[in-house]
């Protein structure tokens, strides 16, 4: 028996001649040599644990549904979860278009090669220009947080400033990636919300802002789902400063909401993913940045913009870049950002999704998350000991229910709410310890009356 060693038929380069040679071409003895920069008490040195191989495509694929099937989906239970992944209607029209080949499969190209795509993401940034009452849309960024972290790097840029204010009334996932995004030469201050009504302190913002700050970042509707009413306030006195106003919004509320742009945003940006997109296990996320169509705002994108031009033919018109040479494509390393990866899939799909509900279909679809978020916190907020803080502030979606005078956990009525087929809000207990025992519950149109009605008589029996 000879003891030849394992040539792996997945795994390139893997036979020992091959390997020898390419390591001769480098200058190294071993594979070893090449993670020397890495400290030795951090490499593992023990082999993976890993499980027996899968002999055949049929036990893997039994495998893999075995761990899928454990799973528990919001088509499974009622769900009222939010926190930033909303469960909307998918039209099946969303789905058959994205599910195209020339879509699907078209994750670069030129317009050349590509018309079809090129076309179709004009179409949705001239879309969600209308809806935002903006000029200027970028194509997809990877999601809402890149696209938040993005804008406001942009405005340290037109600024020449290197600070930012943030309002507090921010979920801590997205504060986390714009704090890592902004790092190191750009510093955060959270300016705190007052503890009745949610708004942003006025007084604290005006003491923080200076001639060091770039922007004032705020997102209507806010993370705990209360609108924020102060935005054109705000926006005053950001200008005042010389600071850009950059405010976050959820593009589906906009059939009832009046857009950012009209209370004194500057650059206005969030996710597509209520849009036509399905949770996907955390949702199909796609991020926005809009703008006026001014050059000094313009030049600092750092994503693709598609415009519309006419051809040599008359009548006829080509779509493609526009300003390319502002990109990481054309400058590389000294690129102002990189233009990384796009979600123009997701684009497409809030296109499509935007073109088949039309004005109409977006206020009616306004109209009816609103009303029944209002009967859900009428319900909810009369049961003894429940509190609906910021309940004097209207609420789009999501509301905030405070338990603590029940003497129960979250974490527990979750429990029980689950052993009911429900999927309750979020835990913001450990998020937001100064709301106490407070979940984060969302109604979308989804929810009938019915659907609230169980909510509710579920949560009386749990709390009593």
Not at 128 to 148: S, W
Not at 327 to 355: C, D, N, P
Not at 435 to 440: A, E, N, R
Request: net charge negative.
């Amino acid at each position: 028996m000879t003891n030849k060693p394992f040539i792996h038929p997945l795994i390139p380069n893997s036979v020992p001649e091959v390997k020898a040679a390419m390591l001769r071409e480098v200058g190294a003895e071993s594979v070893e040599d090449l993670y020397a920069a890495i400290p030795a008490d951090l490499r593992l040195q023990d082999p993976l644990n890993l499980p027996p191989p899968q002999r055949s495509e049929y036990e893997l694929v039994r495998h893999v549904e075995a761990i899928l099937n454990k799973n528990v989906t919001a088509r499974e239970r009622l769900s009222f979860l939010g926190a930033g992944c909303y469960q909307h209607h998918v039209p099946a029209v969303c789905d058959e278009i994205n599910s195209r080949s020339e879509f699907l499969t078209a994750y670069a190209g030129e317009p050349y090669e590509d018309h079809g795509r090129f076309q179709a993401l004009w179409e949705y940034t001239a879309m969600m220009g209308e809806l935002l009452n903006m000029d200027v849309v970028n194509v997809p960024t990877y999601d809402g947080f890149q696209a938040a972290a993005t804008s406001l790097r942009m405005a340290c840029r037109i600024t020449g400033r290197d600070k930012v204010l943030i309002s507090a009334a921010i979920g801590c996932d997205k504060l986390s990636r714009i704090q890592d995004y902004l790092k190191p030469n750009i510093a955060i201050e959270l300016i705190p919300s007052d503890p009745e009504s949610g708004q942003m302190n006025l007084e604290a913002l005006a003491k923080a802002l200076s001639a060091d700050i770039a922007a004032v970042y705020f997102e209507n509707p806010a993370y705990l789902g209360f609108l924020e009413l102060q935005g054109q306030t705000i926006a005053d006195m950001a200008h005042e400063a010389g600071a850009i106003a950059v405010t976050a919004v959820d593009p589906i509320s906009l059939g009832v909401l009046a857009p950012p742009a009209d209370y004194g945003a500057d650059i206005v940006c969030g996710d597509i993913q209520p849009l036509g997109m399905h949770l996907h296990a955390g949702g199909g996320m796609g991020g926005f940045i809009a703008t006026h169509d001014d050059e000094t705002f313009v030049m600092e994108y750092p994503s693709r913009l598609f415009g519309v031009a006419p051809t040599s033919v008359p009548g006829e018109y080509g779509f493609g870049d526009v300003a390319y040479d502002r990109t990481s494509f054309a400058h590389r390393e000294q690129g102002k950002e990189w233009v990384g990866t796009a979600a123009a899939l997701w684009g497409i799909t809030a296109g499509v999704y935007l073109a088949l509900m039309g004005p109409q279909g977006m206020v009616e679809m306004g109209e009816g998350i609103m009303a029944r978020t209002a009967y859900a916190m009428d319900r909810i907020g009369a049961m003894p000991g429940v509190k609906l803080p910021f309940v004097d502030a209207p609420h789009f979606q999501e509301f905030v229910v405070d338990f603590s005078a029940s003497g129960k956990r979250v974490d527990e009525i979750n429990r029980h709410l689950s052993d009911r087929g429900i999927f309750g809000g979020k835990d913001l207990s450990t998020e937001f310890p100064h709301l106490g025992q407070s979940m984060l519950l969302c109604i979308t149109e989804v929810h009938s009356q019915a659907d609230i009605d169980f909510l509710a008589d579920a949560l009386q029996e749990v709390l009593k």
